[in-house]
């Protein structure tokens, strides 16, 4: 399965990030995967971030929970973070990446630099 991150280099503060995974070689919809976002500040280690499964359940971590929704269009075979009321400490190089249930995360996509600023 190969994941390929597409969306804003630069993000003005306030505004809402979005970035779109779009996955090729396996269904989204494929039993037992889950896809999520994953991001490393400069300088920080790797932050999870949300994730949907295959079901389409979601799930967030409670350091941006009030900000994350994760969404999928399965016909299109991708999946979609948005992110509101992004600050400058939301400047970091985003990930997709697809887990199993175990959380493992085997597959990444290349990662996309976002920048905050005004």
């Known amino acids: 399965v190969q994941l390929q991150e597409s969306g804003p280099g630069l993000v003005k503060p306030s505004q809402t990030l979005s970035l779109t995974c779009i996955v090729s070689?396996?269904?989204?919809?494929?039993?037992?995967?889950?896809w999520s976002w994953i991001r490393q500040p400069p300088g920080k280690g790797l932050e999870w971030m949300g994730a949907?499964?295959?079901?389409?359940?979601?799930f967030s971590s409670p350091s941006v929970k009030s900000r994350v929704s994760i969404s999928a269009d399965t016909s299109c075979n991708q999946f979609t973070l948005h992110l509101s009321s992004v600050t400058p400490e939301d400047t970091a190089l985003y990930y997709c990446?697809?887990?199993?249930?175990?959380?493992?995360?085997?597959?990444w996509g290349q990662g996309t630099q976002v920048t905050v600023s005004s």
């Open positions: 990446a697809r887990s199993g249930s175990s959380w493992h995360f085997g597959s």
């Open positions: 070689g396996g269904s989204i919809t494929s039993n037992r995967y889950y």
């Open positions: 949907i499964a295959y079901s389409g359940s979601t």
